[in-house]
């Protein structure tokens, strides 16, 4: 094992009470790490729907998503989830609201002991009266992992197999869609779309981190 490897490992198992993206031993983060969260971002996606991320995916915030999800770290849903809370607080008001997540394939959320994004949702509900959790959206079969398809492969991918599960729908108030990572806005609009279809208002999605690629304006 190449030892940067292995020193990452055992970084890995510094004990809770570390910082969320670096381990070292200041929760939930440390100084440096800190400063270089953020700042918060709109991307700008075509189709909608609006966008706010806590931050791009780089840095800190890209290494502690990567713990919390690749790595076993369901601690991290705590300082993770705050993050959220904060954009959630910036984008919303008081009136009801409900946080419905973005559906995980069922064999990745089983790989990862749990759905993460619901688990982040269950964080700001928490800490934010009047915020309910729905969780109506699922993914039809024969959906796949989206990692290294292009915009329009990940459209097709998920074309009409987002849909809305028996029960569970939100009631009242609007709704907001919460994913961890926003690339091309496909798996949003699907989700969106599905909600739309069925008579709920959705007013917008946070995020954790934005990986889109910004749009780069070429002469006509
Ligand atoms: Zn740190």
Redesign the pocket.
Known sequence: MDVRVLAAALLDLVLPG???????P?PP??????TELGPPVRPYLPGGPAVFAAGRYTG?LR?ALLRYKERGRRDLAGPLGALLTALVDDVAGPAPLWLVPAPSRPAAARVRGGDHVARLCREVVASRPGTRLARPLRLSRGVRDSVGLDPEQRAANLAGRVRVGPGALPGDGAVLLVDDVVTTGATLRACRDALVAAGKQVVGAVVLCDASVPMIKTKA
């Not at 910082?19 to 070292?24: E, F, I, N, S, V």
């Open positions: 570390d910082c969320a993206a670096c381990g070292a200041e983060w440390c100084a440096r790490c800190r800190p290494s």
